[in-house]
């Protein structure tokens, strides 16, 4: 699999899932491009990828989703794993304010990141967006989590139904625990970020692809929409 001379955004860099694919991306020679709204984190990227381009700013705001957009230019491929998890009680407890927040991590960042970057994506490159298997439940205590990944999913949809040419658009759904530090139970960012690294040699098309443990990963082996 040959990456080299290839920009790959990464979406969400700083967290469990964007960590292990930008590092396998970097470890491939593609380039890797990668965002985080903190400075901090976005200095402490650029020192672990020492090949990377890295940007500050919030892909969850419209305007500077449009900023970042112009700053990036084209790329050939696209992951989106922007967002984490949302479980902080009964929905009738919340503020409003508590939507407002989980939307934007959980819902807009995906739709800016579709608005704003697919059509910066090569032709001949992909757009992946990551879900995971919760986003099909229901869980006590996590309706804002409930609501948004509904988005999500409704955004997946008609993607892959609407590029029929151009990026394949595909959604990675994630049935296991993805995290940097290696424990028990865990799958290590490192050796998913290897794994799904298939995902823009693979020309897959459209489908929801299933992620389970990184030996067994494969591009071709969709789930069934639910
Ligand atoms: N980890 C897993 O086991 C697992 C399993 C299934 C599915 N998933 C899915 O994978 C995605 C990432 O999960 P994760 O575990 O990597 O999450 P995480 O470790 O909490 O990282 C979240 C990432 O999203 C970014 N982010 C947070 N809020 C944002 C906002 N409002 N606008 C733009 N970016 C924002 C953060 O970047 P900043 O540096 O800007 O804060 C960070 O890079 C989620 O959609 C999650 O549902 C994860």
């Not at 991590?105 to 739709?111: E, K, S, T, W």
Request: hydrophobic share 45%; net charge positive; charged share 25%.
């Amino acid at each position: 699999m040959d990456l080299r001379e290839k920009k790959i955004l990464v979406l969400g860099a700083t967290g469990n899932v964007g960590h292990g694919v930008a590092a396998a991306v970097a470890e491939a020679g593609a380039t890797p491009i990668v965002i985080s709204r903190d400075k901090e984190r976005a200095k402490q990227l650029g020192a672990l990828f020492p090949t990377a381009q890295v940007l500050v700013g919030d892909v969850s705001d419209a305007a500077d989703a449009d900023r970042l957009g112009r700053e990036v230019g084209a790329v050939d491929h696209v992951l989106v794993s922007s967002g984490g998890w949302w479980q902080k009680g009964p929905f009738v407890r919340q503020p409003a304010v508590e939507y407002d927040e989980a939307r934007r991590m959980l819902l807009d960042a995906q739709v800016h990141a579709a608005r704003v970057f697919l059509p910066r994506t090569a032709e001949t490159g992909s757009f992946t967006l990551v879900t995971g298997v919760g986003a099909t439940l229901t869980i006590p205590n996590a309706s804002m989590l409930a609501i948004a990944t509904a988005g999500v999913l409704a955004l997946s949809r008609s993607l892959r139904l609407e590029q029929r040419a151009g990026p394949r658009v595909n959604e990675l759904r994630i049935a296991s625990r993805i995290e940097r530090a290696p424990r028990p139970g865990v799958v290590p960012s490192i050796a998913f970020g290897r794994a799904v690294l298939k995902l823009f040699t693979s020309t897959t098309r459209g489908a929801i692809i299933g992620f389970d443990r990184p030996e067994s990963f494969d591009p071709a082996a969709h789930v069934e929409e639910r």
